[in-house]
């Protein structure tokens, strides 16, 4: 019996039944490199995408910073624009009642003051009619002028940069 036992060793130990096992050993190897292979690939692709993402979020912060600087003075444009339209009535209508220098100095200033903060002023005298820059309070007509030529400003606009905070008010030729 013990020679049966032996000999049962011996023939699963054959050189066949070693390479199925070598094989299935082999094939269940390959398919876990496989596996991890693809989960590899998975991570790499999500860390390269999580990447992108903080340098958009990061690009994304940076433009909004530069853009709270540029803009930061428009709420104290916003306030002077009425004391700057009511220098400008009292410089016009002004005899001798107020000294015209001390208003046209104080003006200046505040002009100044918005040239400083990058605000200025929209003053299209002769210039076409833009809605994004202007807004018309009437039309007249007036064959010397072009069509759509602004012939009047009511009231002055202002932008900061790009951006209007105030239209400025005009007359427009219709033709």
Known sequence: MAKNKDTEKTTNNSPDVQEEEYSVKSNSLEEENK??????????????????????????????????????????????????????????????????????LVLKEINQAFSNNNVKEINPIGEKFNPNFHEALSV??????????????????????DRV???????????
């Open 35 to 104: 596996v991890l292979s693809e989960l590899v690939k998975s991570l790499e692709e999500k860390t390269l995408r999580g990447q992108a993402e903080i340098e958009n979020v990061r690009k994304t912060s940076q433009k909004e910073v530069v853009k709270a600087r540029l803009y930061a003075s428009e709420s104290l444009a916003k306030e002077l624009l009425l004391p700057i339209d009511n220098l400008q009535r009292a410089l016009e209508h002004s005899d001798q009642d107020v000294p015209k220098s001390l208003l046209e």
């Open 140 to 161: 007249q007509e007036d064959q010397k002028k072009g069509p759509d030529e602004i012939l009047e400003v009511i009231q002055k606009g202002y932008s900061i940069e």
């Open 165 to 175: 905070i105030r239209p400025a008010l005009v007359i427009v030729n219709k033709i």
